[in-house]
């Protein structure tokens, strides 16, 4: 019964109403927005991480991975005396630098990673086969478009070029075995990926039996921040980062996003609120009478605040529910926008739908509606039923 005449009470002006559940739907989209925000990128970033399936990044003291050109030295001895650790399982040792490739237009330069095929989590193939000898290289779908070359076919790569005297340095004639999609560089970037010690090689004297990151992963049971711990007190020109270090040190940079989605999730809230409280005061306004009758002839107090609060929740829960829908429309066509930031990694993500944060936060909404349905239930159900009757009748 209550339920019916707080449905009865809604669709007695339903335009009204309509408006109002799309007003809160929008705010309802802005807070599923705000809150996959919020996490979106640091749980992408945690996605890259664990997809690589290593534990530790170690680099060159203080530096983060590829942020510079600095390297290691005496590779060889390092990788084996990691190896030798129990606590370790896995060692991958990387070296980046540029390649360049000559083109009928001039020359095309990329990325180049030197890798252990065997401990590799820098791209995932998507056609061919990976590498297997010394003279074979892996590409990106960029490197295939921008160079006009296909799989199978033989090219020339160059580790340094010239401008001035248009000369190549440390060339090499290399196959094209695979494609690979890199997880950690943007769709367009010109990447290629070779055996490491045919990028040592290429990267002649200055490049010889060195690295740029090394890639470890832990035993399962092994405490990953003790392992990093013992590698830099054994290994002082290295840095450990962990998981969750690099976690740690992402949700710093990206604090100012977090800040601006909390406030944006705020006054989601607030509107919500606001819209709910509006419509149904101004709902128990024209009713006024008709609720002086309701208590005159005997209806409890207690129905008539559960009427009104129903309202509120009504109106709470359709908007939540066609914002739930919007939000997620909304959070794909921005995503697509902000993927086109150079130098994003193809597969990141700024809005992650988490259904539990989601479903909490549009919880949250219909609880202000309930709250929303408070002040006007309150103030029907303290009504003074005779001067409220005669005013009534006057007017």
């Known amino acids: 019964m209550i339920a019916r005449l707080a449905i009865a009470a809604l669709t007695r002006r339903r335009a009204r109403t309509a408006l109002t559940v799309a ?15 919020g996490s979106g990128m640091r749980e992408s970033f945690r996605g890259f991480i664990d997809q690589q399936g290593f534990q530790l990044r170690l680099t060159p003291r203080g530096t983060m991975p590829f942020d510079s050109e600095a390297t290691v030295g005496g590779a060889t001895a390092l990788v084996a005396t990691l190896r030798a650790d129990p606590d370790i399982v896995r060692v991958g040792p990387v070296l980046g630098g540029k390649h360049f490739v000559a083109v009928d237009a001039g020359v095309v330069a990329g990325f180049l990673l030197g890798i252990d095929p065997a401990a590799q989590g820098d791209y995932r193939l998507e056609a061919g086969h990976d590498l297997a000898a010394a003279d074979e290289i892996v590409v990106s779908t960029a490197w295939l478009a921008a160079t006009g070359r296909a799989l199978g076919d033989t090219v020339r790569v160059a580790g340094g070029y010239d401008p001035q005297l248009r000369r190549a340095t440390g060339e090499r004639t290399l196959r094209i075995v695979g494609q690979g999609r890199f997880q950690m560089l943007a769709a367009s970037d010109r990447a290629a990926a070779v055996p490491l010690a045919t990028a040592q090689a290429m990267g002649g004297a200055d490049r010889a039996d060195r690295v740029s990151v090394l890639l470890v992963e832990t035993r399962g049971a ?7 711990a013992r590698i830099e007190a054994s290994e002082a020109r290295l840095t450990a980062l962990s998981t969750e270090a690099a976690l740690k040190f992402v949700d710093e940079r990206l604090g100012y996003f977090r800040q601006l989605a909390f406030i944006l999730a705020s006054v989601s809230l607030a509107v919500g609120f606001l819209l709910v409280t509006t419509l149904v005061t101004v709902s128990v306004n024209e009713r006024i009478g008709e609720i002086a009758v309701m208590r005159a002839i005997g209806v409890a107090r207690a129905r008539i605040v559960s009427q009104i609060v129903l309202e509120g929740v009504a109106l709470s829960l359709a908007g939540a529910t066609l914002g739930l829908g919007l939000g997620l429309v909304t959070a794909r066509w921005l995503n697509g926008i902000l993927a086109t930031f150079p130098g994003l990694p193809a597969a990141f993500d700024f809005f992650r739908f988490e259904p539990g944060a989601a479903f909490r936060a549009l919880g949250l909404l219909v609880c202000c509606g309930i709250a929303a349905g408070v002040w006007p239930a309150w103030r029907a159900a303290t009504l003074p039923i005779a001067t409220t009757l005669r005013e009534e009748a006057v007017a």
Do not use: S, Y
């Open 23 to 37: 007003g809160v739907a929008v705010a309802a989209a802005m807070l599923l927005d705000m809150v996959m925000l």
């Open 222 to 228: 092994a405490d990953a921040e003790a392992v990093a």
